[in-house]
């Protein structure tokens, strides 16, 4: 058992996009306080830093944040490794630190604080148990991964992940946890979204759902009888006949990857110059095949996370049918925009 490696959980914010990943690095922020190395050897100096410089934090935030900062620089070791879940692709990064800690402001001038790493695996989310996210959707900078620990090692070994009992050992400010709460909250409603598409009808019944979200938001649809044949699966118009602009053709892909630019080519090839072009998976969409949509004006792509906002906007309007394979209610949480402000 004490030869297994640390894991550990990293946050960075949805800004540094899909740098970490491609630059093969994880960083922290904190960029007033310079040089961590230079602090010193204990966690005392780094209270001591942070007391100094941000005399407004609340003095029982100082404590977690100078741990933080401590084991960033002293405490992870090459070897060790990190699970890193980004926001910009709902995508599980594994992998492990490839070398010491390194101050480096040409990366990322908001995320100074590096550690290189190696990445080896990119799983979907959907691929973990719903407590293991909730483990690392622990609304801290860097903690270490234990409870589900098993999960992270095995999904490394290209082994299925199996579920345990889960409890969090970060214990923070009070405006701290209620902005945890509210983005956990979020983000377990969209992870059992995504699982409910993927796994409780086929591509097919897929297509089908998200033609009748289309028409909840008021298009008229026609669904192909082919399924899975990499052209238009839906047809979506505006007008009872389909003879009037705009035309939509739909693509739907019921995956939890990514999709690259050859396949979204595919579709606009399908889509004449007067036509617009809308793909929707529950994945997520490689930077070459979102640069290749900002290009076109006739085309638009939906992730897993947007297809999710569509469907919390248009849910009072579903066929009872879909409401039964999407049990959801509204609740209240903290709204995110009080919290921070």
Same mark, same amino acid.
Not at 138 to 146: D, R
Not at 153 to 162: H, R, S, V, Y
Not at 214 to 238: F, Q
């Given at each position: 058992?004490?030869? &297994?490696?640390?894991?550990?959980?990293?946050?960075? +914010?949805?800004?540094?996009?899909?740098?970490?990943?491609?630059?093969?690095?994880?960083?922290?922020?904190?960029?007033?306080?310079?040089?961590?190395?230079?602090?010193?050897?204990?966690?005392?100096?780094?209270?001591?830093?942070?007391?100094?410089?941000?005399?407004?934090?609340?003095?029982?935030?100082?404590?977690?944040?100078?741990?933080?900062?401590?084991?960033?620089? !002293?405490?992870?070791?090459?070897?060790?490794?990190?699970?890193?879940?980004?926001?910009?692709?709902?995508?599980?990064?594994?992998?492990?630190?490839?070398?010491?800690?390194? !101050?480096?402001?040409?990366?990322? #001038?908001?995320?100074?604080?590096?550690?290189?790493?190696?990445?080896?695996?990119?799983?979907? #989310?959907?691929?973990?148990?719903?407590?293991?996210?909730?483990?690392?959707?622990?609304?801290?900078?860097?903690?270490?991964?234990?409870?589900?620990?098993?999960?992270?090692?095995?999904?490394?070994?290209?082994?299925?992940?199996?579920?345990?009992?889960?409890?969090?050992?970060?214990?923070?400010?009070?405006?701290?946890?209620?902005?945890?709460?509210?983005?956990?909250?979020? &983000?377990?409603?969209?992870?059992?979204?995504?699982?409910? $598409?993927?796994?409780?009808?086929?591509?097919?019944?897929?297509?089908?759902?998200?033609? !009748?979200? %289309?028409?909840?938001?008021?298009?008229?649809?026609?669904?192909?009888?082919?399924?899975?044949?990499?052209?238009?699966?839906?047809?979506? !118009?505006?007008?009872? %006949?389909?003879?009037?602009?705009?035309?939509?053709?739909?693509?739907?892909?019921?995956?939890?990857?990514?999709?690259?630019?050859?396949?979204?080519?595919?579709?606009?090839?399908?889509?004449?110059?007067?036509?617009?072009?809308?793909?929707?998976? %529950?994945?997520?969409?490689?930077?070459?095949?979102?640069?290749?949509?900002?290009?076109?004006?006739? $085309?638009?792509?939906?992730?897993?996370?947007?297809?999710?906002?569509?469907?919390?906007?248009?849910?009072?309007?579903?066929?009872?049918?879909?409401?039964?394979?999407?049990?959801?209610?509204?609740?209240?949480?903290?709204?995110?925009? +009080?919290?921070?402000?």
């Amino acid at each position: 058992m004490s030869n &297994e490696p640390q894991i550990w959980g990293i946050h960075m +914010d949805i800004s540094v996009g899909s740098k970490p990943v491609d630059d093969n690095y994880v960083g922290i922020g904190w960029q007033e306080l310079g040089d961590l190395s230079k602090i010193g050897k204990d966690r005392e100096s780094f209270k001591m830093a942070l007391e100094q410089a941000f005399p407004e934090i609340k003095p029982g935030a100082i404590p977690v944040n100078a741990g933080v900062l401590y084991r960033f620089v !002293h405490e992870i070791q090459k070897g060790d490794i990190v699970v890193y879940s980004s926001k910009i692709n709902r995508t599980i990064n594994l992998g492990f630190v490839d070398g010491p800690y390194r !101050h480096d402001f040409s990366i990322n #001038r908001s995320y100074p604080n590096i550690r290189p790493i190696k990445w080896i695996k990119h799983i979907p #989310r959907e691929n973990f148990s719903q407590a293991a996210l909730n483990e690392i959707g622990a609304f801290i900078t860097l903690f270490s991964i234990k409870k589900y620990s098993h999960e992270f090692l095995d999904a490394i070994e290209g082994k299925k992940p199996t579920e345990r009992i889960s409890a969090s050992d970060i214990a923070i400010d009070d405006a701290t946890i209620t902005k945890a709460v509210a983005l956990q909250a979020e &983000e377990t409603t969209q992870d059992f979204v995504i699982r409910q $598409l993927k796994s409780g009808i086929d591509p097919y019944q897929f297509e089908h759902f998200v033609a !009748h979200l %289309l028409e909840c938001m008021g298009y008229h649809t026609r669904v192909s009888a082919k399924s899975g044949d990499g052209g238009v699966d839906i047809i979506a !118009h505006k007008d009872k %006949l389909g003879f009037e602009p705009p035309i939509v053709k739909v693509q739907c892909k019921q995956i939890t990857n990514s999709i690259g630019r050859p396949e979204v080519t595919q579709l606009l090839g399908n889509v004449e110059k007067s036509e617009h072009g809308l793909f929707v998976t %529950l994945g997520s969409y490689t930077r070459d095949a979102r640069e290749y949509d900002r290009s076109k004006p006739n $085309l638009r792509l939906i992730d897993g996370e947007q297809l999710v906002e569509l469907i919390f906007s248009e849910y009072k309007k579903f066929d009872p049918k879909y409401q039964s394979l999407l049990p959801l209610r509204q609740i209240y949480v903290p709204s995110l925009k +009080d919290v921070n402000g």
